[in-house]
């Protein structure tokens, strides 16, 4: 626990929040700069200088730092700094939610800054902005940790506290529609759509939109010229490393389209890989296919086709062979995630409509039930930003960017029947098989 008596006369000017002079500040709370931190409007520049021990390499009075955490009661809000500027002195504005102070700075090495003291704080998601209005120096600053205070840190603060954590807490939380499916037939196809509204495509997206107890299927955004489909089948084997996948329990590719890349992937779980680089659109809702079956020698063959608008047919992406295994489609998924850390800061949404099984009698049923569930991240607390429901006749789901309207995970949702059967000739869709 922090004291710090400090008399703040010409140290700095409050905008918005007038405080009192001999303030004492209480700092109880050490939030990590490297594990809560994003240069604004720039993956890259994130990259090159946030770090796990904090941000670095800050010289350009264009970088803005982010800092995010949440509260969970309202209160009074005392924010401090362990920041050091290595030469000459940085005139550094601080912005708590829109509230603006100055604050000028001269220590050599890492020392507690008191800043300021903010009034009467809401619950839920802050964004905490260091911009440097002028420098002496070559450097603006080092910054380690965010110091808080007062009474609104009486209860939870959330935050991405450990380093171990850092990675996947600064990709933010992952949240998945877990479809409820008639369990008593045999399904051989799963069929749906996604749309990407505008805006929403942000770099590091996984839109999953057929997942499967043994893999998935989906859209991604890799960067900002490169966009792709993924398909993937998780091996038997259970392991982060394809090369210990044992001869007889690799997944076996069957087929892929012409300009597919196709192989093996692994680090979260281990398997078949297929993607093709399409540059698909936000805003168009796209359709995707899933077949799975029992096939020959104790294994089962699974399938996924691509419907773009912009071509008007249908696409193969790949087929695999998984081993050791005898199932039809089961446990139907989508989800929503992010996987670069750079962008962790960026809210994102995607639109889920109009989910069909058919089953080995030859019928197609509707899929209007799912339940909304998220990720480790979410579930230990270290990120609060995410979101899911029905919205009429579609499912949806958001994450990422700090917003403070979130829903209860594992809450059941209900989506209005859209009665748009798929019309899929399945012998066309054969026949781009080899």
């Known amino acids: 626990m922090i004291f710090l008596l400090m008399t703040l006369v010409s140290l700095f000017s409050c905008k918005e929040n007038e405080i009192e002079e001999n303030v004492v500040y209480n700092f109880t709370i050490r939030i ?11 993956a890259e520049r994130t990259q090159g ?17 982010e800092s995010y955490f949440a509260t969970s009661q309202k209160g009074d809000l005392q924010v401090g700094l362990v920041v050091k500027v290595p030469d000459g002195i940085t005139n550094l504005e601080v912005s708590l939610d829109g509230n603006v102070t100055d604050i000028q700075l001269s220590n050599s090495s890492y020392q507690d800054i008191a800043v300021t003291e903010f009034k009467d704080i809401p619950i839920g998601y802050h964004k905490l902005e260091f911009r440097a209005l002028g420098k002496t120096g070559a450097y603006i600053a080092d910054l380690k940790e965010i110091l808080l205070g007062g009474s609104a840190t009486d209860s939870k ?23 409820s499916i008639p369990e008593e037939k045999d399904l051989t196809y799963f069929y749906s759509e996604i749309e990407v509204p505008e805006g929403q495509d942000k770099i590091g997206s996984y839109f999953t939109a057929n997942g499967f107890n043994f893999g998935y299927f989906g859209i991604q ?26 001869e007889d329990q690799k997944i076996i590719l069957l087929d892929k389209g012409a300009v597919v890349n196709a192989g093996e992937f692994g680090n979260e779980g281990s398997g078949g890989h297929s993607h093709l680089v399409y540059n698909w659109k936000a805003g168009t809702t796209y359709k995707f296919l899933l077949k ?8 089962s063959d699974y399938t996924a086709w691509f419907y773009a608008p912009e071509t008007g047919e249908w696409q193969l992406i790949a087929s695999f062979r998984r081993p050791k295994t005898t199932s039809y ?82 809450t059941l949702f209900t989506r209005t029947s859209s009665n748009n059967k798929p019309s899929i000739d399945f012998e066309v869709l054969d026949k781009l098989l080899n």
């Open 32 to 42: 990590p700069a490297g594990g809560n931190s994003w240069i604004q409007n720039s």
């Open 49 to 65: 200088l946030v770090f796990d021990t904090g941000v670095h390499n800050w010289i350009s009075t264009e970088d803005v730092v």
């Open 157 to 179: 603060i959330t935050y991405i506290k450990n380093t171990e954590h850092f990675y996947f807490g600064r990709r933010g939380p992952s949240d998945h529609l877990n479809f």
């Open 221 to 246: 955004v890799n960067s900002e010229t490169e966009r792709r489909v993924i398909f993937s089948v998780w091996s038997p084997y259970s392991t982060d490393d394809p090369s210990e996948i044992p």
């Open 292 to 299: 799975g079956e029992p096939s020959v020698n104790d294994s």
């Open 329 to 410: 489609l089961k446990r139907f998924y989508s989800f929503l995630e992010n996987f670069s850390p750079s962008t962790g800061n960026q809210e994102r949404e995607a639109l889920y409509k109009n989910q069909w099984v058919y089953d080995t009698s030859d019928t197609w049923t509707e899929v209007t039930e799912a339940k909304f569930t998220v990720d480790a991240t979410a579930r230990a607390g270290r990120r609060l930003d995410y979101s899911g429901g029905s919205d009429e006749e579609i499912f949806f789901l958001r994450n990422c960017g700090f917003f403070s309207d979130n829903i209860n995970p594992d």
